[in-house]
């Protein structure tokens, strides 16, 4: 991960592990890493003609903070809006789908969105980064009242200053 990142403290979770036997059929032909990158084995099949597991593994992080760099087998590496991600090689589309499936899914149990804020947050920060990784709107009263329920954070008296309306409270992970 450090080679591909640059971070080396990533919390890694692994959320699925894919090994459908046809999830390679059709592909070995069609994307150009094959023509350059595996060679034939004894038996003339190309190593994409192997069935292979993928153990998936997900992590949040401050993009700004992540300097992605390609791999041996990559010619680019780069960032995509989720709703603009292109056809990936093999199965791999899918794989990032169910990531965000298992991401969604997990979000308030696994207090994941959390890496994704500073040390101290405003109620509507986090709101932020719910809706983001939701990809919806949320109502603000049923946010708060949702996320003040799982007795997860601790309400700093400190409050922001500066602007025109009640200045809102800061919170952090308790």
Not at 53 to 68: C, H
Not at 146 to 161: G, N, W
Request: charged share 30%; net charge neutral; proline share 2%.
């Amino acid at each position: 991960m450090k080679e591909r990142t640059g971070l080396d403290d990533l919390y890694l979770e692994q959320f699925y592990v894919f090994g459908d036997v046809k999830r390679n059929v059709g592909a070995r032909k069609e994307h150009k890493i094959v023509n350059h990158a595996f060679v034939r084995s004894d038996d003339n099949r190309t190593f994409l003609s192997n069935r292979h597991l993928t153990v998936g593994y997900f992590a949040l992080e401050d993009i700004s903070q992540v300097m992605v760099s390609p791999g041996d087998l990559s010619d680019a590496a780069e960032w995509f809006d989720m709703h603009k991600i292109p056809q990936l090689f093999l199965d791999h589309n899918a794989i990032v789908q169910k990531a965000l499936e298992r991401l969604r899914a997990t979000l308030d149990e696994k207090l994941l969105a959390f890496n994704l804020l500073a040390e101290t947050f405003t109620m509507s920060e986090l709101q932020v980064v719910y809706e983001t990784i939701l990809d919806k709107k949320l109502v603000r009263t049923n946010f708060q009242r949702k996320i003040l329920s799982l007795d997860i954070l601790d309400r700093i008296e400190k409050k922001y200053t500066g602007g025109a309306h009640k200045a809102p409270y800061v919170y952090r992970l308790k």
